[in-house]
């Protein structure tokens, strides 16, 4: 299997047309056989591969220069998210105005040539996915959690964090979901599920949203200065459901669709 066929792949479960600007394929192939993959992998995982034989470096995390300019599809994807939420557009664009270049200026000092240059050198395929598998976790536990919602209209905190539990990533791991603003007590109301769009919320989209009916959030990871700014503000709760659990659940739907086509995998680097 080619490379592009192997993205072709991701991209089709996460219903996507074409790469976003933080899934690449770095360096390709025509001929896949054998891939190690895993949330992070460096020049160190690269070096792995070649020593044990495989053909292909897959990982969630990007790592290439071009990750300087993704603050434009953060700032669409997110602007997009909160609109279907009910955020007005113009709120939303207000929020996340000036994340390209804020972007831009927060990687400057990254080493992103490293890991690439090492896999051109050994010969071994390399590639990144990060939107597609975010967005499949994102969609399938928000579509979970819909469910919950109908089907319990009263459900609290403490239902979803057992709904959660159902998956075996979140289940799999002493990372588990927790809650980090609110009580399990709390009454869900309404849920958004924000997982995807190459960064966490920030503290203006959360209480943009709050503004706009959304009392439960659930997340990958949250900064402690945005948590305390939400727990002081007393009008939501988030969920934090796991940073390396969800960055799996998307990517190891990708790893297993390539399985089905024949393709042996390996998973390292962090996936549960």
């Not at 993205?7 to 047309?17: H, K, P, R």
């Not at 160190?44 to 053909?55: F, M, P, R, S």
């Not at 890991?115 to 994102?138: E, F």
Request: charged share 20%; hydrophobic share 45%; glycine share 8%.
């Amino acid at each position: 299997m080619t490379t592009q066929e192997m993205m072709n792949i991701a991209l089709a479960l996460a219903g996507l047309n074409e790469m976003p600007l933080d899934t690449f394929l770095q360096v390709e192939s025509d001929h896949v056989r054998r891939v190690l993959a895993g949330i992070d992998m460096g020049v160190a995982e690269i070096a792995i591969a070649h020593q044990l034989g495989y053909d292909c470096i897959a990982r969630h995390h990007p790592n290439d220069a071009r990750m300087a300019y993704v603050g434009k599809m953060e700032e669409q994807v997110h602007i997009a998210h909160m609109a279907r939420f009910g955020v007005p557009l113009t709120i939303a664009q207000k929020v996340w105005a000036g994340r390209e270049k804020l972007t831009f200026q927060n990687t400057h000092v990254q080493n992103y040539a490293a890991a690439t240059q090492a896999a051109r050198l050994l010969g071994i395929a390399s590639m990144s996915i990060h939107t597609p598998a975010d967005l499949i976790v994102q969609r399938a536990v928000q579509g979970r959690l819909d469910a919950l919602s109908e089907s319990k209209p009263e459900a609290t905190v403490r239902d979803i964090l057992d709904n959660l539990m159902e998956i075996r990533e979140y289940h799999s791991t002493p990372q588990r979901p927790a809650v980090f603003v609110g009580d399990e007590t709390s009454y869900a109301g309404k849920i958004m599920v924000s997982m995807a769009g190459g960064c966490a919320p920030t503290l203006e989209e959360y209480l943009a949203c709050v503004g706009a009916g959304i009392n439960t959030f659930v997340t990958m990871h949250i900064k402690r200065e945005i948590q305390e700014a939400l727990t002081a503000d007393k009008r939501c709760n988030v969920v934090v459901a796991g940073h390396m659990a969800s960055d799996s659940y998307g990517f190891n739907r990708i790893l297993d669709a390539w399985e089905a086509k024949g393709i042996e995998v390996t998973r390292i680097g962090g996936i549960v």
